[in-house]
């Protein structure tokens, strides 16, 4: 745990899920003062324990706090802690920074936004991909949206929590290029998932299957990471199916605004939704493969 520097500002950091929680971390070990804050006390002690803060409300996280960081399941969840009782905007200082790091509507970080600039705060959305494993080893791509300036501020903040980090554009860029990259890994999660499930129906052992075609033009991370995860049914979660349906959803409606009828990512949403249906929403978004089982991998994995 690094010792706070104290020109760094200091940050409130609201949610700390599977990936919020060593984001957080991450910035304590850089330095910074964290403000942290859940709604599931348990990964607040951690944190504390490891040289965090904490505060009773979002309010008051956002009052001690020069910038403030969502990292929550979804959009009705961001603006209950931005917008609702005792939220964020009703105690947050001029001239403060909230980044939004969640994967939310567009259109709910616009409305968020829009409340906090008249209290004079700027805001980002830059929520990210790379899993747990990013967020724990600080390898995230970060997708950023917003001014130029606020970019510049938040930059420092990125640079401790990944890698690979991009400011595509205005406010809302950044969700739109979530949308996009899950589409991209929905779709793909789901041709690894049929195609392992067709090796294994023709009595082709998928694990071959999988290392022939890392060598070729189906290689892919996905294909690396998941489809082993699929080979050894190994489907702990470093993200949640149910959120990943959340994503494609929001893909997909994002679609027929445009007037793009967006086929795949349709497709994978209902996919997800059959997954959720049988009661495997909390189970790793690879866990598509469960789909298709065969009776020889049913009976394995009872």
Not at 21 to 29: E, G, W
Not at 46 to 54: D, F, K, M, N
Not at 94 to 99: E, V, Y
Not at 170 to 178: E, F, H, N, R
Request: hydrophobic fraction near 45%.
């Amino acid at each position: 745990m690094a010792e706070q520097q104290n020109d760094k500002p200091t940050i409130g950091f609201i949610g700390l899920g599977i990936m919020g929680k060593p984001m957080a971390r991450n910035v304590i070990d850089a330095g910074y003062r964290v403000i942290a804050l859940n709604r599931s006390r348990g990964p607040v002690d951690e944190l504390v324990a490891h040289g965090a803060s904490t505060a009773p409300t979002p309010r008051e996280v956002a009052a001690q706090s020069d910038v403030v960081i969502t990292m929550l399941p979804d959009s009705p969840d961001v603006e209950a802690v931005a917008l609702g009782s005792d939220g964020i905007v009703s105690g947050i200082r001029s001239g403060a920074l909230w980044i939004d790091m969640s994967t939310i509507a567009p259109a709910t970080t616009r409305r968020v936004a829009d409340a906090l600039a008249a209290k004079g705060v700027k805001s980002l959305d830059a929520p990210v991909s790379g899993g747990e494993k990013g967020a724990i080893d600080a390898t995230l791509s970060i997708m950023a949206g917003g001014s130029d300036d606020a970019f510049a501020r938040a930059k420092p903040i990125f640079d401790v929590l990944g890698k690979n980090i991009v400011h595509v554009g205005d406010l809302g860029a950044g969700q739109v290029t979530k949308a996009c990259n899950q589409i991209v890994v929905g779709v793909t999660i789901e041709a690894v998932a049929e195609a392992l499930a067709l090796a294994e129906a023709s009595g082709v052992d998928p694990s071959k299957v999988r290392a022939a075609l890392l060598g070729g033009f189906a290689q892919s991370k996905i294909l690396e990471v998941h489809g082993q995860r699929m080979i050894d049914r190994a489907f702990t979660p470093g993200f949640k199916s149910k959120l990943h349906r959340k994503d494609m959803n929001i893909a997909a409606n994002a679609g027929d605004e445009r007037g793009l009828d967006l086929g795949a990512a349709k497709l994978v949403r209902e996919r997800f939704d059959m997954l959720i249906a049988r009661g495997d929403g909390e189970k790793d978004h690879s866990a598509l493969a469960a789909l298709y089982q065969t009776p020889a991998t049913a009976a394995a994995s009872s």
